[in-house]
């Protein structure tokens, strides 16, 4: 019943539905721009295969992490989840508004057990950033096709810019990272970079745009702190090329779609003075969530509750002048991820994952002070800075929470990945013991 799992991919001998769940879990991630079927089916019954292998072989549900840190930052990332499922369950108007709401933490948990568990090696980690690159890229370039030649994908999601947004945001620091740092060959060095920004561009999306400038340069300084400088300009004046040259071809493809589309981008960044144009309309929404939130501070309202507790409550929004009052929209999320985790389950959940985003940051930050590491925790390293910083900022136009049908799968399984590689600092940890005793 067991199977050597190719030892290069995991160590040890592992058994059959192992190796099954390996490649389901890393499948399901990988493909979920093809719509949630993808990721649903690949998780859900990779997930099943781990409990089949806890009831008829005893083996671990999940492992925990090396170092003592990393189990306090997984603690805290629990805490914020489990938090959010138990607020959702006092506050939900019925079971099925529950099951709506929770299943999104449920989700996140589920996908940090299976990293955990299957992801917990170097080479495991290999493995899957290969397959998932090679699977993106075909997908990324399916989008570019969709604005070059009108190609519809099976995922109709990614006909909307705000979904191409947040996965260009995603792909960026995994394609720059591999490129700068993974096992790539010279073409792929400048290819993989040069795909990610375009896929940014083509997103149309000005949150992406902006969230992408803050992600390049958090990588940027990132390699200059290497002492890679030039490394880096290289790299980023062969990007820029590379994403002339695709726009060069777009605008001869498809000029009116591509003109129009960055000139209301572009008058959009441009109307700071503006407020209401300069975040879209989205203003009036956060004041009348801040509303929402003051009603229930403590255990909120449950993420899938917005859209009917907003059509309740649109005439109070429009007579307090929170809204327009010719602004007939029921909006169905806050369009801001720090609002909505306040809106959904209350301070407990954005102080728990607030925490957790800042010792990950910690931990990140040490570890890219340490001047040994070796090009895979380098990577590692700069992959989750560039993603942290890059949601961060969407965070506050968007929520990569709300993608949970489509992409989200992916910043729950690179974050989950923080968690537990690269190792926490040992030294700085066994030297910080030390002086405590």
Not at 176 to 184: K, M
Not at 243 to 251: D, E, G, N, R, Y
Request: aromatic fraction near 14%; charge should be positive.
């Amino acid at each position: 019943m067991c199977a050597r799992f190719g030892g290069k991919y995991m160590t040890g001998t592992v058994r059959l539905y192992e190796k099954y769940a390996f490649y389901l879990f890393i499948l399901g991630v990988s493909l979920t721009a093809l719509g949630p079927a993808a990721h649903y089916i690949g998780v859900g019954i990779a997930f099943l295969l781990i409990v089949y292998g806890r009831l008829r072989y005893r083996d671990k549900m999940w492992r925990m992490p090396g170092t003592v840190y990393d189990f306090r930052v997984l603690a805290v990332t629990s805490a914020a989840l489990i938090w959010s499922m138990t607020a959702n369950a006092l506050s939900a108007p019925s079971f099925y508004m529950f099951g709506k709401s929770a299943s999104v933490s449920l989700e996140f948990l589920i996908t940090i057990l299976l990293t955990l568990r299957l992801l917990g090696s170097d080479a495991a980690r290999d493995r899957f950033m290969k397959i998932f690159i090679l699977a993106n890229i075909v997908l990324s370039l399916t989008v570019v096709a969709r604005v070059l030649f009108g190609v519809d994908m099976p995922n109709g999601a990614l006909s909307n810019g705000n979904v191409i947004g947040v996965y260009s945001l995603l792909l960026l620091p995994v394609f720059c990272a591999y490129a700068f740092y993974g096992d790539t060959r010279a073409v792929g060095k400048y290819f993989l970079p040069a795909l990610g920004l375009a896929i940014v561009a083509v997103s149309f999306s000005s949150g992406a745009w902006i969230a992408a400038f803050v992600e390049c340069v958090v990588l940027a300084v990132c390699v200059i702190m290497n002492r890679r400088p030039f490394f880096c300009a290289k790299k980023i004046l062969a990007a820029i090329v590379c994403i002339a040259a695709v726009f060069a071809v777009l605008l001869s493809f498809n000029e009116n779609v591509v003109v129009q589309s960055f000139k209301r981008e572009f008058n959009q960044l441009c109307s700071v003075a503006n407020i209401e144009k300069f975040t879209n309309h989205r203003s009036g929404i956060w004041r009348s969530t801040l509303y929402f939130i003051g009603e229930n501070p403590i255990i909120g309202y449950g993420r899938d509750t917005f859209e009917d507790n907003y059509a309740a409550k649109a005439d109070i929004f429009r007579d307090r002048g929170f809204i327009n009052r010719n602004d007939k929209t029921i909006y169905y999320h806050p369009h801001n991820m720090y609002l909505n985790i306040l809106y959904d389950a209350g301070i407990p959940a954005i102080i728990l994952f607030g925490l957790s985003c800042l010792m990950l940051l910690k931990k990140l930050a040490l570890l890219m002070k340490n001047s040994s590491q070796g090009q895979r925790e380098l990577m590692w390293t700069i992959l989750g800075l560039t993603t942290l910083f890059g949601q961060f900022i969407w965070g506050l136009s968007n929520d990569v929470f709300d993608q949970r049908r489509d992409i989200a799968i992916i910043f729950w399984t690179i974050y989950s990945m923080l968690i537990v590689y690269p190792k926490y600092n040992e030294r700085s940890a066994s030297n910080e013991r030390a002086e405590r005793r």
